[in-house]
């Protein structure tokens, strides 16, 4: 054997071990869990919750996550740490995990909850404080332990928010193997490792990531890329609408899966439309300056990393826009192609909002529609109208999960306070995105269902209750 071979084969030998352990104290871990009492779950829970929503952890997480990664700001990182978590918290306290979850008497079944096992949690550098944790609160909801394999770009912060985690675990008494984090250095081998070693693999991140958690060969539940287009239509409140989409846009520089990234704008208000977001905060870019922030954005084809997620004056010095540019809070860059020959179509994770004008809103609806097969489908979209008709032909003809009506996708696609979809940090996007999933991840992603069945009084329709229609129309 050469040496490198030596080298190579020794290195599996140690990703193997790692992953075993870790494995193995996850497994010990959930046998002294108290997962048959409800009562000490929750508690469980919350203990994982108070380690981020805390103030002073969710302030020294934030400043932790923009020093290690760059990305965002530290006032959005501490609003994502503590909001998420609140809300998350809100949804798992009002479920049953354990146990008899739902009786049915009338169809003689009763439903027990058990857990799935040992969970792989990939996390991106876009949260490296308040992923791990939403993932491991659903997690242990369920009764289940978790392996956070965290972004290399944000192991430092994704390591102390494990810390925590376990060190509130241990204050309650809870075995703190329930959570536990891969070793430094991460690699693509560990964390490829640990999918395939593990009972549930649920991956946030890039769609590379996606890809290896769906072909590991365990079962596996991804997301799918944001892309969000919105219309603004001609019924549509434009100041709320434009205040909504630069509260969303802004909010941590951008790097939310769930900001807006087009707004496609009826004809006969557009240039309202267009002064309702220069008073909100936009930069309208001339036309000069449309191709600066191209090349700034995207250098050999792929998005620059010293301009995204950055704050807006950085943006506007290194892209060389007017002067007052630096004043302002996002950029907007009218455009009219979409698709691979037009980046500006696609996601920026940067404070620029690509701008469309459209005749009506049926080509407003074929706009979003283009731009979501060309990159987000099965995500999300929006509307801003006073015309609910709008609203329900966009859920009813796109191919997508989420429709968000007068909202600030930012903060309303990851559930919200006055909206009905669970809190979370992943979104699956269904089939549409090669995702086993249509709903925001949620707790009943981290249980399985045992089914106690009993007979119940015969339900058996006759052949002419089933069949008649079909004969009377068609005969026998």
Same mark, same amino acid.
């Given at each position: ?56 952890? *969710?302030?020294?997480? $934030?400043?932790?996550? %923009?020093?290690? #990664? !760059?990305?965002? &700001? ?118 490829? *490792?640990?999918?395939? $070693?593990?009972?549930? %693999?649920?991956? #946030? !991140?890039?769609? &590379? ?268």
């Amino acid at each position: 054997m050469t040496l490198a071979a030596h080298e190579s084969f020794t290195e599996q030998l140690d990703v193997k071990s790692a992953i075993d352990t870790l494995i193995s104290c996850g497994r010990a871990a959930m046998d002294a869990f108290d997962n048959h009492d409800q009562a000490r779950i929750d508690e469980a829970v919350t203990a994982l919750a108070w380690s981020i929503y805390k103030p002073e952890n *969710a302030e020294a997480l $934030a400043v932790l996550a %923009v020093e290690d #990664t !760059g990305l965002g &700001n530290v006032p959005s990182k501490i609003i994502k740490n503590t909001r998420k978590t609140f809300g998350t918290l809100r949804d798992l306290m009002r479920v049953k995990t354990t146990g008899v979850i739902e009786e049915l008497p009338e169809k003689g079944m009763v439903k027990y909850a058990k857990p799935v096992g040992v969970v792989a949690a990939v996390c991106p550098s876009t949260n490296p404080a308040a992923t791990p944790v939403n993932k491991a609160m659903m997690s242990v909801k369920g009764g289940n332990a978790v392996v956070i394999a965290p972004s290399p770009a944000g192991y430092g912060t994704t390591a102390k928010t494990v810390e925590l985690m376990r060190a509130e675990l241990r204050k309650g008494g809870h075995p703190e193997d329930l959570v536990q984090i891969l070793p430094s250095p991460v690699s693509k081998e560990l964390t490829q *490792a640990l999918m395939e $070693a593990s009972d549930l %693999v649920v991956c #946030t !991140g890039s769609q &590379n990531n996606v890809r290896r958690a769906y072909s590991s060969g365990t079962v596996a539940i991804g997301v799918g890329a944001g892309n969000v287009p919105v219309i603004i239509d001609s019924t549509a409140d434009l100041d709320d609408a434009a205040e909504k989409i630069c509260a969303s846009k802004i909010f941590d520089n951008s790097t939310s899966c769930s900001s807006e990234n087009s707004v496609i704008i009826l004809d006969d208000v557009y240039e309202d439309a267009i002064a309702a977001l220069e008073r909100a905060g936009g930069y309208r870019a001339s036309g000069d300056e449309k191709q600066k922030v191209v090349d700034t954005l995207w250098v050999n084809g792929k998005l620059n990393r010293h301009v995204i997620a950055k704050d807006a004056d950085v943006f506007a010095d290194v892209a060389g826009l007017a002067g007052n540019a630096k004043s302002c809070k996002f950029f907007m860059v009218e455009h009219e192609g979409i698709g691979p020959d037009h980046p500006l179509s696609d996601e920026k994770l940067a404070l620029v909002l690509t701008v469309y004008r459209a005749s009506d809103f049926t080509e407003a609806k074929d706009k979003v529609a283009r731009i979501l097969d060309f990159k987000g489908i099965g995500h999300s979209c929006g509307i801003h109208t006073n015309t609910p008709e709008h609203a329900t032909e966009l859920a009813e003809d796109l191919k997508v999960v989420r429709v968000l009506v007068n909202q600030a996708h930012t903060f309303g696609n990851g559930g919200s306070f006055n909206n009905g979809l669970s809190f979370t940090l992943s979104m699956g996007c269904g089939t549409w995105a090669g995702n086993s999933i249509s709903d925001n991840l949620n707790y009943s992603h981290f249980i399985n269902i045992t089914h106690l069945v009993t007979t119940v009084g015969e339900d058996k329709p006759s052949e002419e209750e089933l069949f008649g229609d079909y004969w009377e129309k068609y005969g026998k």
